[in-house]
């Protein structure tokens, strides 16, 4: 039982999304019985589609492996802080526990800004860990975004 491990594959993740051209964050959804079902990067350039955030594809893929609508027990651990859409997401889809690495004041949605997690019309609320491997990620983030500048 090792959250570190699958951080780890998420910012591998997100490393390869920054190889690609695209903002690195990374997604890796974990099964009850702590199994990778799905990993993703970024992709809204290559598929020129807004709603292509790491956590979405990986929800999408989980699913579509599954045959199911509904994560339950699911675990989905994220370089980043969500963002509003993809808290929806990870709500509409009953994921179990949330990992994510950097906080986005900016862009965030759990911590920041819509805090949708936090709304009453929020059916289901995972449990939130935040922080972890928060260094690694900011620092993929920072890289890529002064080579933008
Ligand atoms: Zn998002």
């Given at each position: 039982m090792s959250f570190t491990s699958h951080m780890q594959a998420a910012l591998?993740?997100?490393?390869?999304?920054?190889?690609?051209?695209?903002?690195p964050v990374g997604a890796v959804l974990v099964s009850p019985?702590?199994?990778v079902v799905a990993r993703a990067g970024n992709r809204t350039r290559e598929l020129s589609d807004p709603t292509?955030?790491?956590?979405?594809?990986?929800?999408?893929?989980?699913?579509?492996?599954?045959?199911?609508e509904r994560l339950t027990g699911h675990d989905l651990y994220v370089t980043l802080e969500p963002c509003p859409m993809c808290a929806a997401a990870i709500?509409?889809?009953r994921i179990r526990r949330l990992y994510y690495g950097a906080a986005?004041?900016?862009?965030?949605?759990?911590?920041h800004g819509a805090?949708?997690?936090a709304h009453p019309q929020c059916h289901h609320v995972p449990e939130v860990?935040?922080?972890i491997g928060a260094a690694d990620?900011?620092?993929l983030l920072k890289g890529f975004f002064d080579q933008k500048r």
């Open positions: 591998a993740e997100a490393r390869a999304a920054a190889l690609r051209g695209e903002v019985e702590g199994a292509a955030h790491a956590e979405i594809l990986a929800i999408r893929a989980a699913c579509a492996a599954l045959g199911t709500s509409f889809a986005d004041p900016k862009s965030g949605g759990t911590a805090r949708v997690f860990y935040d922080g990620s900011e620092r």
